[in-house]
């Protein structure tokens, strides 16, 4: 009974993740062409072909896929990689939904979150512990992933003469944030040198992701000035 209980949620896993992987592969190639049609990726990736598909920026897509299988091609490494990449994708909004609440918070809405600015911070920190708990290597090769992206940008920037410093120094908290929790990584507990041990690692995270929220809140209030 365990042997057909184990083969049940082993399909269940293949399952969940072709389709994960089928929504995210077309999603990915969409962000490739929306980033060159504002201006951030080369035009190459705005081409389409006769269904409205943009198949350039589909098969750079694929190419990264593979890539990354290559370079880890057990299961539960790629999962941590993406769920990490996803963590750090979505917890700004935790930091712009208590921007948004300080500066347009008389807009009409049919949803309020009460106690937002609390619960903003306190989600924000748990996700800088999601991304710790993923442990040492994973935290290098996500976060490091996702700052590759930095220099493409401001070469865009720069480009099209769009570059503001305002904006960098504005921004600058988030990867300082990142940062911050890679170098705990690297000495803490979950796979590092354990220079940090438990729990003092999680409290270090939790309390750092709490001081970059603010800092990030912070950054974004000024636009009201």
């Keep these: 009974k365990l042997y057909i209980l184990g083969v049940y949620f082993?399909?269940?896993?293949?399952?969940?993740?072709?389709?994960?992987?089928?929504?995210?592969?077309?999603?990915?190639?969409?962000?490739?062409?929306?980033?060159?049609?504002?201006?951030?990726?080369?035009?190459?990736?705005?081409?389409?072909?006769?269904?409205?598909?943009?198949?350039?920026?589909?098969?750079?897509?694929?190419?990264?896929a593979v890539t990354y299988m290559i370079a880890f091609p057990q299961f539960l490494s790629e999962a941590g990689i993406f769920s990490v990449a996803s963590v750090v994708s979505y917890a700004p909004a935790a930091v712009s939904l208590a921007v948004l609440r300080e500066i347009d918070g008389n807009r009409e809405r049919p949803f309020r979150i009460r106690y937002a600015r609390i619960l903003s911070a306190i989600a924000f920190a748990a996700g800088g512990l999601m991304i710790y708990w993923a442990s040492y290597p994973t935290t290098l090769y996500t976060i490091g992933s996702v700052l590759v992206g930095i220099p493409i940008y401001l070469y865009y920037e720069v480009r099209y003469g769009r570059f503001l410093l305002m904006q960098v120094k504005r921004g600058v908290w988030y990867v300082g944030w990142l940062l911050s929790i890679l170098l705990i990584s690297v000495l803490g507990s979950f796979g590092g040198m354990d220079l940090i041990p438990y729990p003092f690692d999680l409290i270090t995270v939790f309390l750092i992701s709490l001081l970059f929220f603010y800092v990030g809140y912070l950054s974004g209030i000024k636009l009201k000035i």
């Design 10 to 64: 082993f399909i269940i896993a293949v399952i969940a993740s072709i389709s994960s992987t089928l929504i995210y592969f077309g999603s990915a190639a969409r962000v490739l062409y929306a980033n060159a049609k504002n201006g951030y990726m080369p035009k190459t990736f705005l081409r389409l072909n006769n269904k409205g598909v943009p198949y350039i920026a589909l098969i750079v897509s694929l190419a990264f």
